[in-house]
């Protein structure tokens, strides 16, 4: 082999007016550009034919490294192996184990994870990792089909049902985002449309006749566990939220001078607005002295920082003889739902407003937190009055 190049002579080497090669030696090459840019190529012979491979540019890639890749290369030849040819072949192996199910779908979820609630974003990941990844997550996305599919997804129909549709759901929105990421041809879950048994949904009883629910009011108003159950069993009539939102209410949160509470959504994720009726502030002001020096309004009785358990609530109603058929944590949101529009006859988009609903306007646009704000106030405050009036 001849000398060739050196450190120093390429360092030297400027600019100049047309891609030029300056050699150095066994087919190796630096490919200088008109924009300064400095890559190492080789010139190689196989069956027959001459092939060229960029080893890298320079100075990342040095004359030292550029030599010893072409001497790998060289052997590789001796041995009956185009180099480029094999490239090309891990390459696509490459690709095949970026577009598996799997990598796809976390991926995916990792995309969408900070709009979601941690549970939702949890309980997600779960599923796939118990349902579907176990039968499909290490072939390349493109080449599941349909029928495949719905074989997994006839196996967590047959355990839960519900379940087995949600998941259904999930797949469609990651083959969706694999067709958008080339990924995929296209969305095979349009082909099971139909496929999974439809499943009767099971909505959260409530109470909407005065009398029941005045008798069950009677009944959490006379409540004598803990302050902290007790606090939240008589709010959460008042103010119908979702279970979850009410237990890790915080005290940071609230505006005592707006007589407001206002924190994110744990379904959308988005702001929202809680104005609060003078009995919902005279039941805070009681409790303030109890819970107020930590975070949580209604901390957990086990301490530790934490709010209040999931169960709380619905095992304070079991206590004072509430069905689970008749009341539930859940269920002050489908009275109110009802009663608000149907007896006391307040503006649906308001209620829905409140309820965190997503609510648009004539042209589309979804309303923001403060709207109808002063209206959501003043029905909080009827609704609240008119409580108290069943009790």
């Known amino acids: 082999m001849g000398k060739g190049l050196t450190d120093t002579a390429i360092r030297a080497i400027k600019a100049v007016e047309k891609l030029t090669r300056f050699w150095d030696s066994a087919g190796l090459y630096l490919e200088v550009t008109p924009a300064g840019g400095k890559r190492w190529r080789i010139k190689y012979y196989f069956g027959g034919k001459e092939k060229r491979l960029s080893l890298g540019c320079y100075p990342q890639i040095t004359l030292k490294l550029a030599r010893e890749r072409r001497d790998e290369i060289r052997s590789k030849v001796a041995q009956g192996i185009d180099p480029s040819v094999e490239r090309q072949a891990v390459k696509a192996a490459l690709v095949a184990q970026e577009s598996t199910l799997e990598v796809v779908a976390r991926e995916w979820h990792l995309k969408h994870h900070p709009n979601w609630a941690e549970s939702h974003s949890d309980t997600i990941l779960r599923r796939l990792e118990r349902d579907i990844f176990p039968w499909l997550g290490g072939r390349p996305i493109a080449e599941v089909t349909a029928p495949e599919l719905l074989a997994v997804l006839r196996k967590v129909e047959n355990r839960a049902p519900h379940t087995a549709h949600r998941e259904f759901y999930v797949c469609s929105q990651i083959w969706r985002y694999a067709g958008a990421t080339g990924r995929a041809q296209r969305d095979i879950t349009y082909d099971l449309r139909g496929a999974l048994a439809p499943v009767k949904r099971n909505h959260y009883p409530a109470v909407t006749n005065p009398q029941g629910v005045g008798q069950i009011l009677r009944l959490i108003w006379n409540y004598s566990g803990s302050p902290v159950v007790c606090a939240a069993l008589k709010i959460a009539p008042y103010i119908f939220v979702r279970p979850g939102e009410l237990r890790t209410m915080?005290?940071?949160?609230?505006?005592?001078?707006?007589?407001?509470?206002?924190?994110?959504?744990?379904?959308?994720?988005?702001?929202?607005?809680?104005?609060?009726?003078?009995?919902?502030?005279?039941?805070?002001?009681?409790?303030?002295?109890?819970?107020?020096?930590?975070?949580?309004?209604?901390?957990?009785?086990?301490?530790?920082?934490?709010?209040?358990?999931?169960?709380?609530?619905?095992?304070?109603?079991?206590?004072?003889?509430?069905?689970?058929?008749?009341?539930?944590?859940?269920?002050?949101?489908?009275?109110?739902?009802?009663?608000?529009?149907?007896?006391?006859?307040?503006?649906?988009?308001?209620?829905?407003?409140?309820?965190?609903?997503?609510?648009?306007?004539?042209?589309?646009?979804?309303?923001?937190?403060?709207?109808?704000?002063?209206?959501?106030r003043q029905m909080m405050q009827t609704w609240a009055d008119y409580l108290d009036r069943l009790s």
């Open 250 to 376: 915080q005290w940071a949160d609230i505006d005592w001078q707006a007589r407001e509470w206002r924190f994110t959504l744990s379904k959308t994720r988005q702001p929202h607005i809680v104005p609060l009726a003078v009995q919902v502030v005279a039941i805070l002001r009681e409790l303030e002295p109890i819970t107020g020096r930590g975070d949580f309004v209604f901390p957990s009785g086990r301490g530790g920082g934490r709010p209040m358990s999931d169960g709380a609530i619905l095992a304070a109603l079991r206590t004072l003889g509430i069905p689970k058929a008749m009341m539930t944590g859940h269920s002050w949101r489908a009275t109110a739902r009802t009663v608000l529009d149907e007896t006391l006859n307040f503006r649906v988009e308001w209620i829905e407003h409140q309820l965190g609903h997503s609510v648009r306007d004539s042209l589309g646009r979804a309303y923001n937190r403060t709207s109808f704000l002063p209206e959501r």
